[in-house]
């Protein structure tokens, strides 16, 4: 069990390393958060590593920052993802008040050694009290509308995990040893996940993005020339083709149109019938067509990083929802008729 662990957080360590220095389309403080978010994980699993492997004890030092890294990933993520569906939130001072019960915390586990397990309970309560408040702002724009489908079952897939981390932390304080191997294995899981998410679902962060954007009561397009913008659109898509760029957002796309990220959303929403997401991936698809049918001697992959999508499976996985059949059986059928 404790050599699965350590290799494990092994992986976990390098896959959060390659994210931290992925390219990110967030807003600057979402970059931020989520870079300080994967610092955090890095430390968690080396410190917990060491631990396990016999190379580190808990001494007070190490045990303060052991505590004040594991306190900080529940508030970060929740700001983190507060910052990701609601793209027109400055970050304000009082936001910094989140880290506080976490400073007294591990200050308190550094003060009283022996209260260790149950600072360490009460960390991963706080967690909870954070992954609960996300979840029930998720649920409630989900409540509203209808477009989350696989986003939504991944990222509670994600909460419900952590759900267990936090049960595990409070049910099972005296066992220590036991308790941190399981902690890393979930959490290199939940590392695995992420990189899954993004490779395989890359339109996530724009669906929430959207999805919190467009709880408009009434149109935000009243003062708006629909016409004469969803012809704007069409053209940075058909003759600029900005869909090529793996990068582009709703909100940079929307900026491309002086327009507020909500209005856009609203836009293609009713003008068009479908969310930006679907949207984008449609003209992708399209320009995937074309490329499968005109040039047979570009391989399928070349053909999706082409087109704008940032991996293999995230082009397939959008092929096959449009055409119910892989991209390269798709050629196979138009090149023999």
């Known amino acids: 069990m404790n050599q699965i662990s350590i290799s494990i957080a092994g992986f976990s360590i390098i896959a959060s390393i390659l994210l931290f220095f992925q390219k990110r389309t967030e807003t600057k403080t979402a970059k931020i958060l989520a870079r300080i978010l994967l610092c955090i994980l890095i430390i968690i699993q080396f410190i917990q590593a060491m631990f396990i492997g016999g190379y580190l004890s808990f001494s007070s030092s190490i045990s303060f920052f052991y505590l004040l890294s594991l306190g900080l990933v529940g508030p970060v993520f929740y700001l983190y993802s507060q910052h990701i569906i609601q793209t027109n939130l400055a970050w304000t001072i009082q936001e910094s008040w989140h880290f506080l019960p976490v400073i007294i915390f591990s200050l308190s586990g550094f003060l009283f050694p022996d209260h260790f397990a149950m600072v360490y309970s009460l960390m991963f309560l706080l967690g909870g009290i954070y992954m609960s408040r996300l979840a029930w702002s998720l649920y409630l724009l989900r409540a509203r509308r209808t477009l989350f489908k696989m986003e939504f079952l991944f990222t509670a897939s994600f909460l419900a995990w952590s759900l267990v981390v936090v ?6 304080s005296q066992v220590m040893e036991l308790l941190l191997s399981a902690q ?22 724009s669906s929430l993005e959207e999805i919190a954007t467009r709880q408009y009561q009434t149109s935000t397009l009243l003062n708006v020339d629909c016409e004469s913008k969803k012809n704007q659109l069409e053209e940075l898509m058909n003759v600029k083709e900005i869909y090529q760029d793996t990068e582009l957002s709703l909100s940079s796309c929307a900026e491309m149109l002086s327009l507020k990220s909500h209005q856009l959303s609203e836009l293609i929403n009713t ?11 449609q003209q992708r698809i399209k320009a995937s067509e074309v490329l499968l049918k005109t040039e047979p001697e570009v391989s399928v992959l070349a053909i999706g990083l082409s087109v704008g999508f940032s991996s293999q499976s995230a082009f397939y996985s959008a092929f096959k929802d449009i055409h119910s059949i892989a991209p390269g059986q798709y050629r196979r059928q138009i090149l023999t008729r």
């Open 184 to 205: 890393t294995i979930m959490l290199s899981l939940l590392i695995a996940a992420a990189i899954h998410i993004q490779l395989n679902y890359p339109h996530l962060l």
């Open 271 to 281: 003008q068009l019938g479908m969310s930006f997401s679907s949207y984008l991936r």
């Open 167 to 172: 049960l595990m932390g409070i049910l099972s």
